[in-house]
């Protein structure tokens, strides 16, 4: 069987986590988490950018979007083909979340109906580096700044990558990222906001231990505050030991080998594929480096249904990332997002793990190419 993902941990994960366990016996946020924080800032290399980890990258959008938004400027422009998570951290954080379409070929936010989409409520656009593709960065930064709009990057996808020669997360407004078991890098469960906004700073280091001021700098010195002050709703948020001590490990497998890999599986995919008939591939910003956390591409003629069963039938696990967030319930829209709704027919993952071959991908693409015809 070929996995769509797999988390890829072994002996060293777990020793790791046995030193929190047996050698330190802290379990909770401390000395791990200071160290992961501060790998993860010189692996992108921050200058003037802090590094706050919490326990979900769904927990890093949630603390970003409440720390920017207010009773008047609560709406928040997202791409509605993005995981759900997007749009649940956006309710729970009290703001509304403003269904967007993306462009056709790359599959991220479009600019253009992002426009139709601002209001005197908009505090926010969050574009989603869908399949690790940062495309369109500079202009959506630019349409940002020009309509006075925070910017809430969901990089869930994005950690390693590079734009402009820049790693993403060293530049930008806030940007959130996810380590959860597939994701390039995980930390078991995990994710981090990183900023270089101060009442942003400040206000997720406070909220994710339950709005305890100053409590990160204490627990940091082993130490626990039992006089304290609380201003502002809090959670529980913050990452544990053991999650850090995990999370230390992979950021230099990811250094070593995980972007590489992932890199080069990409590059086979794309060899495989990009002359097939009937096969549309995303289209990648240019100034971008690509370590892709999954491998969509788009099957035309409607027959994306038929080769995912073909597929599944030669035990090759597929996905679809993602069902709009705009067709479900919760989300339900009063408007049409036509690129969406027809990507959301034609979009199909392929497996993309660390511990995939090159053989894997040519079987997974001679099946494609097989049935295709
Ligand atoms: C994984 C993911 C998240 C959330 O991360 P978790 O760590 O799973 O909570 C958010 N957005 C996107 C696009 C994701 O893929």
């Given amino acids: 069987m070929i996995r769509l993902s797999k988390s890829v941990v072994g002996i ?13 016996g802290y379990l909770g946020m401390g000395k791990y988490v200071q160290e992961f924080e501060l790998e993860i800032s010189n692996f992108l290399s921050l200058t003037d950018k802090k590094v706050i980890c919490v326990n979900s990258g769904t927990a890093a959008l949630h ?16 791409p509605s083909l993005t995981y759900l998570s997007s749009f649940q951290a956006i309710t729970a954080a009290g703001g509304v979340p403003i269904a967007c379409d993306v462009d056709e070929n790359s599959m991220i936010l479009d600019i253009e109906d992002a426009i139709k989409k601002i209001t005197n409520k908009t505090a926010a656009i969050m574009p989603v580096w869908y399949a690790s593709n940062p495309y369109n960065y500079d202009n959506l930064y630019e349409f940002a700044s020009k ?4 910017v809430i990057e969901d990089a869930a996808h994005a950690f390693g990558c590079e734009i402009n020669n820049n790693k993403i997360g060293s530049k930008g ?8 078991g597939i994701k390039n890098i995980t930390s078991g469960e995990g994710g981090a906001i990183i900023t270089n906004d101060d009442c942003v700073i400040n206000y997720c280091k406070d909220a994710r231990l339950l709005g305890v001021k100053k409590d990160t700098e204490k627990r940091f010195e082993g130490e626990r505050s039992w006089e304290f002050q609380v201003e502002n709703q809090g959670y529980r948020f913050h990452m544990s030991n053991i999650f850090a001590a995990i999370g230390i490990v992979q950021l230099n497998k990811l250094k070593e080998r995980f972007g590489k890999k992932r890199i080069l599986l990409k590059e086979f995919y794309i060899n495989e594929l990009k002359n097939i008939k009937g096969i549309l591939l995303q289209k990648y910003e240019i100034n971008s480096l690509i370590i892709p956390h999954i491998f969509p591409i788009r099957i035309l003629n409607n027959k994306r249904d038929f080769i995912k069963l073909e597929l599944e039938g030669n035990d090759i696990q597929t996905g679809i990332h993602y069902k709009p967030n705009h067709l479900l319930k919760k989300f339900k829209t009063d408007y049409n997002l036509p690129i969406t709704e027809k990507l959301y027919e034609e979009i199909i993952t392929l497996p993309l793990h660390p511990e995939m071959s090159y053989e894997d991908i040519k079987c997974i693409c001679s099946i494609i190419k097989k049935s295709i015809k």
Avoid: G, M, Y
Wanted: with cysteine; hydrophobic share 45%.
């Fill in 12 to 24: 060293e994960e777990a020793n790791a986590v046995k030193n929190v366990l047996i050698k330190d």
């Fill in 147 to 150: 309509n006075n709009l925070r």
């Fill in 173 to 180: 407004d806030i940007i959130c990222f996810s380590f959860d």
């Fill in 63 to 78: 603390l970003a979007v409440q720390s920017i938004i207010t009773d008047n400027k609560n709406e928040i422009i997202v």
